[in-house]
């Protein structure tokens, strides 16, 4: 077996390529400006990208089963509210570990109990995981700001800053979780029951009705821990920003879905891996930090990312047309 058969074997046909085009970026980008490569730069991105991450992950298992989740930021702010919540009414700056326990306790109860809602619904009622998301989108929108009255709520203890710029052993705690969560959605998709069953909903849920697999349950377990991980992502954010708001990463939710697509997740369903979405991820920061560093205005990343997605839909469609004459041809 050759190495491209072996890459293709475990970590997918998209890992190759992304890995070729992660280079070129890197590659221009320091050839355009000395700082890029700097550890500087690096140790920047590796604080940043985290959060956009974490949010990636949460997105990615609701589309691997033909669905989507529209409510990711404001599950994650809902839930980095009960967090900052807990932590004032324990003291603020003075509030102790137990309440940070209690605070995070709290936080993914709340993701995972917006989750639970929505695949409960997709479910049961039948309604399109668009509407359903956009709905507790909506709601947890509404929710939010009437409890912050529209505003920040901030002064937590000095040990919450570690979350979101602590570095352990030069590797940002940020990027620690991040990883951590990754590796265990690999896991999860890839060696266990409901990973299977996830892949299984996305491409058929009726064959996968009738081959036994517990449909409904399914749905409503994918909603749920995509809450629990937009919890992961609200509290990340909250240490990070050092304040909690119903309006943080608002502008992160396409870029999710972009970073989904662009990893090889099937936007119909049923096919993707977790490895190219982290490369994806790498890539879209690496764009984001060099064209900010050779003064490109920040307004013109999201451009660029906006062109990415339609040349990536583009060269997969050239590449599913070649692939089909090659078949004919043989």
Known sequence: MSLRERIHAVAGAETLPLLIFLGIVFLAFSLATPLFLTGANLRSMAFQMPVLGLLTLAMLVPILSGGLNLAIIYQANIS??????????????????????LGVTLAVLAGALSGAVMGAVVAYVGAHPILVSLAMMIFLRGLGEFLTRGGDISGFPEFVNILGHGSIAGIPVPMIIFILAAIVWHIMLKRTRHGFSVYMVGSNIKASEYSGIHTRKTLVTIYAISGVICAIAGIVMAARFNSVRVGHGEALLLVTVLACFLGGIDPFGGFGRVLPVAIALIILQALSSGLNLIGANQHLSTAVWGLFLIGVMALRWVGLRWRSRQRKGT
């Open 80 to 101: 980095g509210l009960a967090l900052a919540w807990t932590l004032i009414q324990f003291g603020g700056p003075d509030a102790g570990i137990g309440a940070f326990i």
